[in-house]
């Protein structure tokens, strides 16, 4: 019998396993991943030029510290930014933990410089223009691990759970819970059952699909959240350049018309690169990766419009996949690419076309097209109007040749209902991260992950 059991070993898993550790809980703790630890995990894309949909799993979604190990690797330092948490532990806590797990991820290596700090003028600055142009500016501090560090980082912590005791299953795919009187009792697991005193689902964004059946299939209380749907902008540094000296990383938040839908601006990579993820049923996703050695001429930024659905429909990730599968089949399975310019025009881009402004795309394999033909009217008609209000802030942003990605979709809608000692609707049954619909990013998942052991410390 296990005393913890951790399906996921993403931020959130991880770090409760590790918070254990960090006090000498004595637990026996296993957990089980889907993909390949992290030292395994290699994606071919930097061989092949191009993406091979590497079976069974996505080593860039999947794996030892999930699509966290591959990402641009910024940790948002302010209880603002990262999720709806705060709401359920307070915002005070909630920063007191960010603090305190920001000191963790120093501790294995990370970046002691911190972004958005010292540019206090300029910040001002663009925050003015920001209230001009209707919007929110929330000055974040970032700490910046990249995405070559935050894979080193990950193997330093992978090989101290192993070193201390800590059991990892890769390749093991949860199937079912074991819940009996409404009580959580482990986990099916690769055929075979795990029994356990405490389930802790983390599963990730990757995951969110699965845990919302796991509610359906076993009654765990939840709603239907938010669903983000948008695209990844790409346009040269030197547009960007006095917002990246500034902030690294400018979160702006906006309600445009005519539908006033919220719009926001999301994981900026200063002298980034564009790139694909993909998830289960070949859905091809774009995201941005940022490193701390390896640098392009362009920024690359997601700009993400949410969407609430309850009544009559409750599926918001089911819709939104519906939306990534439309646009992945324009593409031929890739990622779609579409010059701003040609959208006020109502053409579709061509890639000769691609070759002839001063963006070039970061992501060599995304096709040309029309992108307008897949996202929903009220999507891309808010992103437009959110273009050009960023536009006032950031001049040359609405160019007609600045490169907009999609589908850039974020899977965490499904949120499940949770005091603020993180208890579930069943007994013993614990679910945290960006699966849960409380977290989005690598900071606030982290901090769920350490608030969950506090609890079973007590």
Same mark, same amino acid.
């Given at each position: ?6 399906? !996921?070993?993403?931020?959130? !898993? ?5 918070? $254990? ?21 290699? *994606?071919?894309?930097?061989?092949? /030029?191009?993406? &091979? ?14 699509? /966290? ?7 948002? @330092?302010?209880?603002?930014? !990262? ?6 532990? %307070? ?43 209707? @919007? ?55 055929? =075979? ?5 405490? &389930? ?10 699965? $845990? ?12 239907? %959240? ?15 350049? =006095? ?50 050695? =390896?640098? #392009? ?13 309850? &009544? ?10 519906? &939306?990534?599968?439309? @646009? ?11 010059? $701003? ?40 008609? #808010?992103?437009? #109007? ?16 600045? $490169? ?26 614990? *679910? ?27």
């Amino acid at each position: 019998m296990l005393d913890v059991l951790i399906i !996921g070993a993403g931020p959130a !898993g991880i770090f409760t396993a590790l918070e $254990l550790l960090r006090n000498n809980s004595g637990k026996k703790i296993l957990i089980a991943e889907q993909g390949s630890m992290i030292d395994k995990r290699s *994606c071919p894309k930097a061989k092949t /030029g191009k993406c &091979v949909h590497c079976k069974p799993t996505c080593h860039i979604t999947s794996g030892f510290a999930g699509a /966290g190990a591959f990402s641009d690797g910024k940790l948002s @330092l302010s209880y603002e930014v !990262g999720g709806d948490l705060p709401e359920l532990i %307070g915002a005070d806590y909630a920063q007191k933990m960010i603090d305190y797990t920001d000191k963790i991820y120093l501790e294995f290596g990370a970046d002691t410089h911190v972004e958005g700090l010292e540019a206090t003028e300029e910040i001002k600055d663009i925050r003015r223009k920001a209230i001009q142009a209707d @919007l929110k500016l929330v000055d974040c501090p970032i700490r910046h691990l990249g995405t070559e560090k935050a894979h080193e980082l990950y193997l330093r912590i992978q090989e101290h759970l192993l070193a201390n005791g800590v059991e990892i299953l890769p390749h093991h795919d949860a199937e079912n819970l074991i819940i009996e009187d409404n009580v959580c009792k482990g986990a099916v697991i690769n055929g =075979k059952e795990f029994r356990a005193e405490k &389930v802790i689902v983390a599963t990730g964004r990757k995951g969110a699909d699965w $845990l919302e059946n796991m509610c359906r299939i076993h009654g765990i209380q939840n709603e239907a %959240g938010v669903v983000d749907i948008g695209v990844r902008v790409e346009l040269r540094n030197e547009v960007m350049e =006095k917002v990246n000296e500034a902030l690294y990383e400018s979160k702006l938040i906006g309600y445009p018309k005519p539908f006033m839908n919220k719009v926001r601006t999301f994981c900026q990579n200063p002298g980034g690169f564009v790139a694909q993820e993909n998830y289960e049923n070949n859905l091809a996703v774009v995201n941005g990766h940022s490193f701390k050695d =390896k640098k #392009s001429g362009n920024t690359n930024l997601a700009i993400l419009c949410s969407h609430h659905f309850s &009544v009559p429909f409750n599926e918001p990730i089911l819709y939104a996949q519906k &939306v990534g599968q439309l @646009l992945n089949m324009l593409g031929d399975g890739n990622i779609l690419v579409q010059r $701003l310019g040609d959208i006020r025009n109502g053409k579709r881009t061509w890639q000769k076309e691609l070759s002839q402004g001063n963006v070039r795309p970061t992501l060599p394999d995304a096709v040309a097209g029309d992108i307008t033909s897949a996202i929903p009217y009220r999507t891309m008609i #808010s992103i437009l #109007s959110f273009i050009d209000q960023v536009d006032k802030v950031v001049p040359g942003f609405a160019s007609s040749e600045t $490169l907009l990605y999609a589908p850039e979709i974020k899977f965490y809608s499904n949120r499940i209902r949770m005091d603020a000692d993180l208890n579930t609707s069943v007994k013993n049954l614990y *679910c945290l991260g960006d699966s849960s619909g409380w977290t989005r990013g690598l900071m606030m998942a982290s901090v769920m992950g350490v608030i969950m052991a506090k609890k079973l410390l007590n």
